[in-house]
């Protein structure tokens, strides 16, 4: 039995710290939007704040309970991640924005359930491949790698019906980071993406929206008004911040001409208004997040807490390094939010859980 020793307060402090810095800039970013979409320059800010009180008292719940127990429901927690994930696409529930059902509507709230996936998916392949190790099966195709891919399958096809690429893309790179962590041979991980490749590489070609983004990317100044539009106000944006920004709420890019400045662009606000300097903390607290992150799932001693916490410290480090690489024009532009900043309810309460859940891990590290 593991000693419990006292939390990695760190954890707490870098997550904590970059939901205070999130909450700041929603506020600076959508005021102008939100005065002119409701009549009211706080209603994205109150919103979030209140996703901001629900995600600290779930952390402060999942720091209280062993996260041992959560290995018992792995597979109930799948089942309901797959069950949410499928009621999301029937019109009757499902909720649809510009054309993507990624929502259910609760009348007063809306839930996107992908983000619940990410974290039921993590606990999920945590228990399994600590199964399948304990089991000595890990190394088998047919009884080892093949059900976790399967699982991983599925739940990748669903997400993509909604459609919803980049997020599934990113529970397919955290299940395979898991793979690899837990052992699973690398012939099998690196046969599988030769097959899928192609798939992927399809579904963008073949697609219009998503083509032209690649083109956007490749030369933005091309179509500098239409797909290339957003990434160059991007760069306006950082452009205008030089090394200590142009002061907190005085941004001029988010003055519409930057789309989406409190979601997907935010860290594009948070480099003109606080500069390099602002930028560098942003990334100097998500660096900080993650290396103490890994620790904990290095130094814990049970093998499902070591994935888990893996798990989880990757897909924070993987989401963040996306976001912040598409603002800066070095990925093709996609809806990928930056954890604990962007704006969005339900993502920030699941990450605010997820860091709970790794918090009470470090407990039990050595």
């Keep these: ?90 019109p009757s529930v499902g909720h649809s924005v510009n054309g993507a059902r990624r929502w259910i509507s609760l009348g007063f709230i809306t839930f996107q359930p992908s983000e619940f996936a990410k974290l039921a998916i ?50 397919g790179l955290v299940a395979f980071f898991m793979f690899a962590a837990a052992g699973v041979r690398m012939t099998f991980i690196v046969g599988t993406l030769l097959l899928v490749l192609p ?18 990317f490749l030369n933005p100044w091309e179509d500098y008004r239409d797909s290339g539009y957003q990434i160059i106000q991007s760069f306006v944006a950082m452009a205008n911040g030089k090394f200590f920004g142009v002061g907190l709420g005085n941004s001029q890019q988010k003055l519409f001409y930057l789309p989406e400045p409190h979601t997907d662009f935010i860290f594009s606000i948070i480099g003109e208004e606080l500069g390099f300097a602002g930028a560098l903390l942003v990334l100097g607290l998500f660096a900080t997040l993650t290396f103490r992150g890994f620790r904990v799932g290095l130094k814990v001693t049970d093998r499902f807490g070591s994935l888990l916490a893996l798990g989880i410290t990757f897909a924070i480090s993987a989401q963040a390094i996306i976001n912040i690489a598409v603002t800066l024009g070095l990925l093709p532009t996609k809806g990928i939010p930056l954890p604990f900043i962007s704006l969005g309810g339900s993502a920030l309460v699941i990450w605010m859980v997820s860091v709970g859940i790794l918090t009470n891990i470090s407990e039990h590290a050595k």
């Design 122 to 171: 993590l606990i999920f392949f945590a228990g399994m491949l600590a199964k399948k190790e304990a089991e000595g099966k890990l190394g088998d195709l047919q009884f080892g790698y093949l059900p976790n891919l399967l699982a991983l399958a599925f739940v990748f096809v669903l997400i993509q019906f909604q459609p919803d690429l980049g997020t599934a893309l990113i529970i």
């Design 1 to 90: 039995m593991p000693v419990k020793r006292s939390p990695d307060y760190w954890i707490v402090a870098c997550s904590v710290a970059l939901l205070v810095i999130g909450i700041v800039m929603i506020f600076s970013s959508s005021a102008a939007i939100a005065a002119q979409r409701y009549n009211d320059p706080y209603y994205f800010l109150k919103r979030q704040m209140i996703w901001a009180f629900i995600g600290i008292s779930g952390m402060a719940i999942a720091m209280r309970i062993d996260y041992r127990t959560l290995s018992r429901y792995s597979y109930l927690l799948y089942f309901m991640a797959v069950s949410l994930l499928a009621v999301v696409l029937a």
């Design 199 to 216: 798939l992927i590489c399809a579904s963008i070609l073949t697609v219009n929206y998503r083509m032209r983004r690649i083109m956007s």
